[in-house]
């Protein structure tokens, strides 16, 4: 690769722009979820009815700091736990239909945002920043977003505890 540096300020300015856009996505759900807790609520719309270690790892903390947040969201009515059928002793959490709506929601407005963005380049640009991307995306290691109207909302965060 050429000028690492160049490349690394590129990306940095470039991941301002993206924090400004999840910041004003989540604007709209301000005082219901944290940060964290809407990245708890991401993980359950991405993996599903999942076990209190397999969240607090996909989160990367403590299970005793996954289950306080877990306890506030199933307090609000945005998660809510059930016994596991595989195995009684295991309770599983899930998202329930309000905690789907908010993921939904934000992950519009996120997505909205990004697309008049993008709309403003010019098309070649577009391209060649797509491959960056992609690039960029599959040398860390993070799985691709769905196309528009997908069921899951893989926004981020599932596998990286430094997020």
């Given at each position: 690769?050429?000028?690492?540096?160049?490349?690394?300020?590129?990306?940095?300015?470039?991941?301002?722009?993206?924090?400004?856009?999840?910041?004003?996505?989540?604007?709209?759900?301000?005082?219901?979820?944290?940060?964290?807790?809407?990245?708890?609520?991401?993980?359950?719309?991405?993996?599903?009815?999942?076990?209190?270690?397999?969240?607090?790892?996909?989160?990367?903390?403590?299970?005793?700091?996954?289950?306080?947040?877990?306890?506030?969201?199933?307090?609000?009515?945005?998660?809510?736990?059930?016994?596991?059928?595989?195995?009684?002793?295991?309770?599983?959490?899930?998202?329930?239909?309000?905690?789907?709506?908010?993921?939904?929601?934000?992950?519009?407005?996120?997505?909205?945002?990004?697309?008049?963005?993008?709309?403003?380049?010019?098309p070649a640009q577009g391209?060649?920043?797509?491959?960056?991307?992609?690039?960029?995306?599959?040398?860390?290691?993070?799985?691709?977003?769905?196309?528009?109207?997908?069921?899951?909302?893989?926004?981020?965060?599932?596998?990286?505890?430094?997020?």
């Amino acid at each position: 690769m050429g000028d690492v540096d160049a490349v690394t300020r590129a990306v940095l300015t470039a991941s301002r722009v993206l924090v400004g856009v999840s910041a004003r996505s989540l604007s709209a759900v301000e005082g219901k979820v944290t940060l964290p807790q809407f990245r708890l609520l991401v993980v359950l719309s991405v993996h599903g009815a999942t076990n209190l270690s397999t969240v607090a790892e996909l989160l990367g903390v403590n299970p005793s700091t996954a289950m306080r947040m877990i306890d506030r969201l199933n307090a609000v009515g945005f998660v809510d736990r059930r016994a596991n059928p595989d195995n009684r002793r295991e309770t599983l959490i899930q998202l329930t239909a309000d905690g789907h709506r908010i993921v939904d929601e934000v992950t519009t407005r996120r997505r909205e945002e990004i697309a008049a963005i993008v709309g403003r380049m010019d098309p070649a640009q577009g391209t060649a920043l797509v491959e960056a991307l992609t690039a960029f995306t599959e040398a860390a290691g993070e799985p691709a977003v769905p196309p528009a109207g997908h069921d899951a909302y893989p926004l981020g965060w599932a596998n990286d505890p430094a997020q």
